[in-house]
């Protein structure tokens, strides 16, 4: 929806350029995704057979936890009152520390881009990916050599998120154990797969 919705918007481009450019956008992620599957699952079925082992050897164990459930049970809070707790205010408080990053990394790119520095392309696109919205709105408004490289920079800057969606992305990780590094390098790849395919795709 945001690709359809707003990136559609910044870019000029006619309807079989158009379905290729969504082609730049969505291959890498595919392929990121099948390359990742095959480790993903062997790592799965080495993680199932430990936890078989586990169980195997903590059957002597389950009287202990049958007793501390029962206990859970009986202090168990009414159900209205657990849902909120567990999935309202959690959700409420996400939603809120989104919007303040959207603010606070908006109002950082709208002060930057009145530095003479970032005037220049390479930093234009440095600024970018600060806040992907406006960063796609400043690279859509920019001239640069050839609209070619233009459209790869967006698609760039597209897949890659920019740095308030990374800081989104660590708000709700902080609480898994997934790690940010890898979430952060398979976005840089695929933004620089994104932004090769456009150059050979878009001529």
Known sequence: MFVAGYVRSQINLQERLWIYYLLCLYLPVLLCYLLLLIPDSHISAIYHRQKKRRQTSSSSFARKDSAKSVTKLSNKKSPALSLSEEVFLPSLEIIFIIGIYMMIFSILSGMLTSFPLFQVPVFTF????????????????????TPQIQYALIAAATSFGGL?????VQTVLSATD??????I???????FVSFLLCLILLR
């Not at 390098?185 to 933004?191: E, F, L, R």
């Open 126 to 145: 440095v600024l970018a990916n600060l806040e992907v919205t406006t960063g796609i709105h400043l690279l859509a408004l920019k001239p640069f050599i």
């Open 164 to 168: 308030c969606t990374m800081a989104q």
């Open 178 to 183: 997934l790690s940010l590094k890898r979430y």
């Open 185 to 191: 390098v398979i976005k840089t790849g695929t933004a």
